[in-house]
Every structure is written in structure tokens, then in C-alpha cells.
């Protein structure tokens, strides 16, 4: 343990932002780094408890207390070397994780947790900067062959741990670039993308070969790759789309958010011109839903120059603090303000959309919605109630839908002849990851349905440690202790 009273000297302190106004001004990461010594008293604050329960807060079980440790002793290069033992991109978690592992930090239980997150990002950021981190080719190739489909984080994690293991691995991705949803869905400002060219150089190096505009089931055939290659991972994501059946749904500026945003970060690439994407420019922009994606389009319309912002939500607001029935360790559901939000935003819950309004031309000029209220009855599902004289008119020309997504497309699992779960996720248990057909395995979000970067590195992970074993009888690559304990 590091400083047996650090958490009773020093608060926690989280890093700073550039101010709203100044950073809508580009599409530019805008958090202020906090000063070494700063970061040290971070990690003093850790209490190394006798049952860690972040670890299993962390879908990756990540060594929390120990790499506290070494931050607190001011020892970066082992604090990474212990970071990359249970996760292949902290910089990807360390920017983007919900970090569940602070809900679950025993010092959370009266007092504000340990800056996990922030610690995970510096360790990473230093290793970078140093030099430390290295393409680690392995020493054997055992000549078996992998295809792993889709380059999410969920195959860039299966990937390395494959290839370290010395198998031959193919990644095959349908976009012009490498990333999956760090890359076209997550916006520069969260994450900017020269942090996911920084890790694939690194994977390049170690081998991996990766084919972009490759898209299997159409430029690709499924049942080459399958006679091609020892072992096929699909790790293609949940890409199938919510929509919203109400009248006007065809008008134009009636907008899924996924378009909106790929399209802006192909922008902010450089390999699409402003004129090209679904700017909300001078418009009254509704953005409806209230997750992820919905804050990550109130962040993006902002820097566009929207004359306003509207966010609906069709759930109740949760409360400020923990809810009583979520109690430690749980991921509490609870009112989330997230940077997006302070740049400007005007946000209703128990909000509904009946119905988009256009114009003779087919615009959107606005919508039509209901506040509804929620029934909750024991052993019943919740119940949802339209609030009679409630109806409103707004001004809209800009509407996202930001309303998650239903599952795996079909197109795979009919060419590999794949089950599909009811929730229509290739079906695969976690007790080995394949699915009905020998050698094909699945993993990330198309195996498990929408869900988080971390458990997308989690499952590539776990799945690589099996897909090992089928093809070499045992696997020497480590396996996660799945445990009972709360996830998210
Ligand atoms: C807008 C948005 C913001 C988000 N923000 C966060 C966040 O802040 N924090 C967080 O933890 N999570 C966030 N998420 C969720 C997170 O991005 C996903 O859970 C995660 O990326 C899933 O990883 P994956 O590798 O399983 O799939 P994906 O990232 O979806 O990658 C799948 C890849 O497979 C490719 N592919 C699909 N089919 C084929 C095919 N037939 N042939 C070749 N390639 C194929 C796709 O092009 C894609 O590149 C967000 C999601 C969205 C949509
Ligand atoms: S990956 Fe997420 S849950 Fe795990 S330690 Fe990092 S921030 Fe916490």
C-alpha cells in the first residue's frame, strides 16, 4: 500500500476542462492534464482494502490497488507494465469507461472514490510518451490462422491476444479505417483518432495484418474465409439500428444519429467535406434519447453552431445521488451530466415522441410529443402511461435519433449459419464463446448486444484465451475470472 493516510490527507481531484465556450470552438480532446505530484496524491488516496472490490467492478479486472501503488511511489513504468496485464488499451478505457470500478471503490462507500479512470489514462499516456510501450512480436508462430471480422475494440483485443499467442492473424473491416465505434461513432472530443492510429501502429508491428474495405459477407465471402482460416472471431458489433415508427419518420431531418456522427468524424478526418454532412447548423436540434450517443450529438451540434439543443428522454429522471435499491457496490443508475451536457443543452424526461411535422416540401419543421409517466407494479413490467393534456408542439429541423441499437445485423450469421439469440446477438456462451459452428467464435458487442468499450476488450480477450485452446489444445494466454460479482 502506498500512503496508509492518503485517503484522509488528500480529496479527490478530478482534471479540469477548457471552458464550453472555448472548446465547441473545434472538435479537439479539452481536458487539463493535473501535475505529477498531483496525480501521486491520486493514487495515495487508494486503501489497498483486503477485498478489492473494484477489481471486480473493473469487466476487465483490472489490478487497481497495485498500479495505485506505484503511481503513489512515482514507479510509471511498472505501474503500466501492470495496467497491460488485464487491459490492451487503457487509453481507450482511461478517456472513455463509465468506470464502474469507482462505483465500486470501498472508499466511495463515504467519501468521493479514487480517481481510477484518470490514473488508468496517465499511466498509459506516460508509457507512450517514454517510449515504453513496444510491439511484442512473439517468439514462436504456431503457422494456425485467424480471421477476426471487425475492428472494434472488441477484435483489436482479440487480435492481439491471438497473435501473441504466435497465431497468424487477419483482421477484415469494412470501413476505410481501423477502430469500429471509437472511430465512427465516438466523436474527436471524447477521443481523438491519432490515439487509435497510435495503438494499431503497435499491433501492425507485432504482425497483425489488417484489410480494410473488407466487407465480409459481401466484398469478402464468409465461406472462404472459413476454408482460408483455422478459426474465424466476429466481432462486427451491434449495428442494427432503433427507429422510431411514428408519422413523419420519413421527413427530411428526421436523422439517425450513427449517420450524423460517422459522417462528422469522417469530417473531422479529412475525408469528407463540410458540405457533405448533416450539419445542424442555424437549426433547432432535438436529440432523442438520453445515453451515450444522445450526449455525444448534443456535443457534436454545439460545435456545428445549432441555434438550440433539446434532449428527450423517455425514462423518469433518475436522482442526483445513489438510489436506495442500487445500494455499494452496484452500478447505481443515476442522473448523468456529462461534458456534452455543460456546453449547452436543454434536457425532459418522461418525454415521448407521437410525431414528426413537415412541411409540403418534406421537411421537418418540428415534432409533437406527450410527457408519460411510469407504472411500476411488483412481478409485472413497467408500464408506460401517456399524461392526458400534455401534448406540445416544438420547432425542430434537425431530429436524432439516439435510440440504441436492436442487435447484430443478420447477414453474417445467415452466411456462417450462425444461431441468433432472442435478442438477435450471435448466439455464444461465455463459457467458451462459440457459436453453433466449429471454429467460429464471437465476442464484444455483437455477441453480447450494445454495451461498453471495456467489456468489448473483455470479451475479445476472454474469447481469444478459447479460440487458443480449440486450436492448440490449451492456451497459455490468461482468463478472467467471470465471478458473480455486480457488472454493468
Ligand atoms: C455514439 C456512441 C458513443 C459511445 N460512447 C461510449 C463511451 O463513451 N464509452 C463506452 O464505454 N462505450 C461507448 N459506446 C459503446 C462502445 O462504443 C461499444 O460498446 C464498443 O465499441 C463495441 O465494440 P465492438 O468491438 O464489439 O464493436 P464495434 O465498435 O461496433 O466494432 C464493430 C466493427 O465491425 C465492423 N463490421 C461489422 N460487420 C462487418 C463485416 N461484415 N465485415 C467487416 N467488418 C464488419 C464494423 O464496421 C465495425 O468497425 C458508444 C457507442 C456509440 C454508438
Ligand atoms: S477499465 Fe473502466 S472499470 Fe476498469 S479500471 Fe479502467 S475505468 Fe475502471
Not at 502506498?2 to 472538435?27: D, Q
Not at 478505457?93 to 481510477?116: F, M, S
Not at 450517443?293 to 433539446?310: E, F, L, Q, W, Y
Not at 475479445?460 to 492456451?475: C, F, I, K, W
Request: with cysteine; charged share 25%.
Amino acid at each position: 500500500m502506498g500512503k496508509i493516510t492518503g485517503f484522509l490527507e488528500f480529496k479527490r481531484e478530478n482534471e479540469s476542462y477548457i471552458a464550453p465556450e472555448k472548446r465547441i470552438e473545434n472538435y479537439k480532446e479539452f481536458t487539463i492534464t493535473l501535475p505529477e505530484n498531483h496525480l501521486k496524491d491520486q493514487g495515495a488516496r487508494c486503501m489497498d482494502c483486503g477485498i478489492p472490490f473494484c477489481h471486480s467492478g473493473c469487466p476487465l479486472g483490472n489490478l487497481i490497488p497495485d498500479f495505485n501503488d506505484k503511481v503513489y511511489k512515482g514507479k510509471w513504468k511498472e505501474a503500466a507494465e501492470i495496467l497491460h496485464k488485464t487491459n490492451n488499451f487503457p487509453e481507450f478505457t482511461g478517456r472513455l469507461c463509465p468506470a464502474p470500478c469507482e462505483e465500486a471503490c470501498v472508499l466511495g462507500i463515504n467519501e468521493d472514490p479514487v480517481t481510477i479512470e484518470n490514473i488508468e489514462k496517465n499511466i498509459v499516456e506516460t508509457a507512450f510518451n517514454e517510449g515504453w510501450i513496444t510491439a511484442q512480436p512473439p517468439k514462436v508462430r504456431t503457422k494456425k490462422t485467424v480471421a477476426v471480422i471487425g475492428s472494434g475494440p472488441a477484435g483489436l483485443a482479440a487480435a492481439q491476444q491471438l497473435n501473441r499467442a504466435g497465431h497468424t492473424v487477419t483482421v477484415f473491416e469494412r470501413d476505410e479505417k481501423v477502430g469500429g465505434l471509437l472511430r465512427y461513432g465516438i466523436p474527436d472530443f471524447k477521443m481523438e483518432k491519432h490515439v487509435i492510429d497510435r495503438r494499431v501502429a503497435v499491433l501492425e508491428e507485432e504482425g497483425i495484418t489488417f484489410k480494410t474495405n473488407a466487407h465480409v459477407g459481401s466484398n469478402v465471402d464468409a465461406n472462404q474465409l472459413k476454408d482460408d482460416f483455422d478459426a474465424v472471431v466476429l466481432c462486427g458489433g451491434a449495428t442494427v439500428r432503433r427507429s422510431i415508427p411514428i408519422p413523419g419518420a420519413d421527413l427530411k431531418g428526421v436523422t439517425q444519429a450513427m449517420d450524423f456522427l460517422k459522417l462528422n468524424n469522417q469530417y473531422v478526418d479529412g475525408l469528407v467535406d463540410f458540405k457533405d454532412i448533416i450539419s445542424a447548423k442555424g437549426k433547432d436540434v432535438i436529440v432523442i434519447g438520453g445515453g451515450d450517443t444522445g450526449s455525444d450529438c448534443i456535443g457534436t451540434s454545439n460545435r456545428h453552431g445549432a441555434t438550440s439543443v433539446t434532449n428527450f428522454e423517455i425514462l423518469s429522471k433518475p436522482t442526483e445521488g445513489r438510489p436506495a435499491h442500487q445500494p455499494w457496490p452496484y452500478w447505481p443508475m443515476k442522473l448523468k451530466t456529462t461534458s456534452s451536457h455543460q456546453e449547452g443543452v436543454e434536457r425532459f424526461f418522461s418525454i415521448s415522441t407521437k410525431e414528426f411535422l413537415g412541411d409540403k416540401d418534406g421537411n421537418l419543421i418540428g415534432l409533437k410529443t406527450v410527457e408519460v409517466e411510469w407504472i411500476f407494479k411488483p412481478g409485472e413490467r413497467p408500464q408506460l402511461k401517456e399524461v392526458p393534456n400534455t401534448e406540445k408542439e416544438w420547432k425542430c429541423e434537425l431530429a436524432l435519433l439516439a435510440l440504441g441499437f436492436t442487435g447484430a445485423e443478420k447477414t453474417l450469421a445467415d452466411q456462417f449459419g450462425l444461431n441468433m439469440d432472442f435478442r438477435t446477438n450471435i448466439e455464444a456462451s461465455t463459457k467458451d464463446y462459440a457459436t453453433n459452428v466449429p471454429g467460429v467464435f464471437a465476442a464484444g458487442d455483437m455477441r453480447r448486444g450494445q454495451s461498453l468499450i471495456v467489456w468489448a476488450i473483455s470479451e475479445g480477450r476472454q474469447a481469444a484465451y478459447h479460440v487458443d485452446t480449440y486450436l492448440m489444445g490449451e492456451s497459455s494466454l490468461p482468463l478472467k475470472d467471470d465471478g458473480d460479482l455486480p457488472r454493468i
